[in-house]
């Protein structure tokens, strides 16, 4: 291992020369598609040379590159590709290459990590957009306005993309309860599955269908509060979790400030890598059994003790 990295200089000159050799295969694949671009917006005639115009180049592949991410992962700059600087950091304060193959290796799992709190803030917003869907439509109804109409007049922002099906079906004369199932597919709207219910036994039985939006939006509001309740009192075994998780790094930070060079240690000896392995998958470990408990605690027709 120490043969491997032994040298800082060299390898920070051999990340610096993949890096240029990356940003280099990446300009000629862009100056390839300008030049068929050229070629087909001039009718297929010559093109004019054009001198060499590094910033131009340069902007030009930024854009490019941000488009294909912004295609690849819905307009997300993925910050988990953080973790690959800090990886070449480590990988020249301790002269081995495992933190940068490390660094690699977590952006995959950071990625996810951030989608999935993504998702669930999404999810959130969801349920939130399908209680005041409720007392909206509900509020509409009684100020005399017709259920198509009162429907239309919610604001689509938070309830996702299939929304759009519920207001054509409105618009346009469709199947609303229908519409509103398939809407309530999406995670967090769920609630949607009680509108059309009700929507429908208005229909079919001219029930009130304002007195069962309200209905529909208390029983919502009150599962929203379980929740909340629920993730206040797993705040503090989140909390813990979290000061354990971090207290090895503040162990190699003082050992480093004390000149015992935890890093080498770690990194360059048996005893070290046998450590390093050891605790990781003990960090694994706690992280799995903290998302397990809480994905059990929040889950559906779970009650809370008083």
Known sequence: MT???GNPGALTLGAALLCAAAAAWLISGRDRELRRARLLFAGGGP???TGPDPARRLSETVAWLKERWRVRYGGRMGRELLCLPLGCVLAVLSASVLPLFAA??????????LRTRERARARDRRATGVIELCGTVAGELRAGRQPGEALLSVPSGDLGERWGLVSAAARFGGDVPEALRRA?????????TGVAACWQVAVDEGAGLAAGLDRVAS????EREQREVLRARLAGPKVTVAVLAVLPVFGLVMGAALGTE??????????GLGCLLGGCLLEWAGFVWLRRSMRAALAPGKAVGR
């Open 3 to 5: 043969g491997i990295g």
């Open 47 to 49: 093109v004019a040379p």
């Open 104 to 113: 690699v290796a977590a952006v995959p799992v950071v990625g996810r990590w």
């Open 184 to 192: 309530a597919r999406q995670p967090g709207a769920e609630g949607l």
């Open 219 to 222: 029983a919502l509001r009150a």
């Open 262 to 271: 935890p890093l080498h240690q770690l990194l360059h000896t048996p005893v």
